[in-house]
């Protein structure tokens, strides 16, 4: 059993998971799901697993004290909002307005002193923002042992047809030894 079907089988469990096809792409898997679907098969005995993941991360730009302060005093604005809310209620000694005012304020200054003190104590190991994701680079449609014959004549008389997964990274497409380069260079055995 493949690592794909193990780690299918304790998600979504099938007795005895099988492969029924691999797809470059979730929306191909899907569609061959719904064609099965739109057939009468029992789809309830498949699941679309991702495999082959890799880790993703788009640099946004680059990352300054700025910015870095910037976006503190907007998370603490929400915060001190909050913060400004919870006084107006519990408060009421001080003028609402003043509560939430200070509220805003304490708020603003603990963004700015938490995001700035998180960018100096970084020493410049990291001056840019990012995002990460785990993406599949193939998905296989698998299914219980019992219906996996089933869905591979229903999928091949249909006109969508799987396709081989992209490498990446690229590979050569033909790798010689190095015998057969001596063959082709005038240098194997004469016979």
């Known amino acids: 059993m493949s690592s794909s079907m193990q780690a299918a089988a304790t998600v979504m469990p099938l007795k005895h998971p099988m492969s029924v096809a691999i797809y470059p792409t979730y929306a191909e898997a899907q569609r061959a799901v ?10 309830q005995n498949l699941c679309i697993v ?10 946004l730009g680059k990352l300054t004290l700025g910015k870095v302060l ?27 307005t ?6 805003v304020v304490i ?13 100096a104590m970084s020493g410049g190991r990291r001056d840019f923002q990012s995002v ?7 998905y296989e449609v698998l299914g219980e042992h019992s219906v996996v014959h089933q ?11 799987p396709t081989p997964p992209t490498a990446w990274p690229p590979t050569p497409t033909s790798q010689q030894g190095p015998r057969k380069q001596q063959d082709q260079q005038g240098g194997g055995a004469q016979q």
Do not use: C, H, N
């Open 151 to 161: 869905a591979r004549e229903a999928l091949g008389q249909a006109p969508l047809q």
């Open 70 to 96: 910037t976006q503190g005093a907007i998370s603490g604005l929400g915060t001190g909002l909050f913060l400004g809310l919870v006084m107006m209620l519990f408060l009421t000694s001080i003028p609402q």
């Open 132 to 138: 990460q994701a785990i993406v599949a680079t193939r």
């Open 34 to 43: 719904d064609l099965l679907a739109d057939k009468d098969f029992p789809v």
């Open 50 to 59: 991702g495999t082959d993941l890799k880790q993703v991360e788009r640099v």
């Open 98 to 103: 003043q509560a939430l005012f200070m509220g």
């Open 107 to 119: 708020g603003i200054g603990m963004g700015l002193l938490s995001s700035g003190l998180g960018y």
